[in-house]
């Protein structure tokens, strides 16, 4: 079961979107890596993370929050290595 799933969070936006489906099929399935190169934690969304919950706990942290770039046309861009 999903955290969404848990917290029974729609995705269904109620303000219409022109993001394609295959565009949030992409974002929902993509992996995103926090950290350095040397310490990395690889994110899926809506999945549990067992590294993120040792960081946290390890930081004496209940939370945490990930903000990422701006990119509202979701255009591919340069990868550059942490």
Same mark, same amino acid.
């Given at each position: /079961? +999903?955290?969404? /799933?848990? /917290?029974?969070? $729609?995705?269904?936006? #109620?303000?219409?979107?022109? %993001?394609? =489906? $295959?565009?949030?099929?992409? *974002? +929902?399935?993509?992996? *995103?890596?926090? =950290? +350095? @190169?040397?310490? &990395?934690? +690889?994110?899926?969304?809506?999945? *549990?993370?067992? #590294? ?6 390890? $930081?004496?942290?209940? &939370? !945490? !929050?990930? %903000? $990422?770039? *701006?990119?509202? &046309?979701?255009?591919? =861009? #340069?990868?550059? @290595?942490?």
């Amino acid at each position: /079961m +999903t955290i969404a /799933m848990r /917290m029974n969070i $729609s995705r269904k936006n #109620p303000v219409s979107s022109t %993001i394609s =489906g $295959s565009l949030i099929a992409n *974002y +929902t399935h993509a992996d *995103y890596r926090i =950290g +350095t @190169a040397t310490e &990395c934690i +690889t994110l899926k969304i809506d999945q *549990y993370s067992e #590294p993120l919950a040792q960081f946290l706990a390890t $930081s004496n942290q209940s &939370c !945490a !929050a990930i %903000i $990422s770039a *701006y990119n509202p &046309c979701s255009q591919l =861009g #340069p990868v550059n @290595a942490i």
